[in-house]
């Protein structure tokens, strides 16, 4: 069963950082992409980053670019989102999610597993 789980969210001040956390299990880690999305209260969801190791690849949404990295310990089957500089923008649920291709669209509708999301709440 394929599973993801991510974690890592919380409260946090403007100019804050946090980590997130994406674990997963169930599928060949090295062969499927995970991208990080998220959903602002109000707006639809959106594809934050995603990494991938065939082929080597990551990708960020341009408003992150800078502030945002994704990494993977492929031992631990874990997807990493570090976060620095917080926004009040970036407030919202991130998820984590499993599909074939980290591209730099970064459509949701390219993966097809999902976790629950962690809350982020940036404040001001």
């Known amino acids: 069963e394929v599973q993801l789980q991510a974690s890592g969210g919380g409260l946090v001040q403007v100019g804050g950082s946090l980590r997130l956390s994406c674990a997963t299990s169930?599928?060949?880690?090295?062969?499927?992409?995970v991208g990080w999305f998220r959903r602002a209260p109000g707006n639809e969801r959106e594809g934050v980053s995603c990494?991938?190791?065939?082929?080597?690849?990551?990708a960020y949404e341009t408003s992150v670019k800078g502030r945002f990295t994704i990494s993977s310990d492929r031992a631990k089957n874990t997807v990493y989102l570090q976060i620095n500089n917080l926004k009040s923008e970036d407030t919202g649920v991130y998820y984590c999610?499993?599909?074939?291709?980290?591209?730099?669209?970064?459509?949701?509708?390219?993966?097809?597993?999902w976790g629950q999301g962690t809350q982020v709440t940036v404040s001001s």
């Open positions: 999610a499993a599909g074939n291709l980290c591209w730099y669209a970064l459509r949701a509708n390219e993966y097809s597993y």
């Open positions: 990494i991938s190791s065939k082929p080597n690849r990551t």
């Open positions: 169930g599928f060949a880690f090295d062969d499927y992409a």
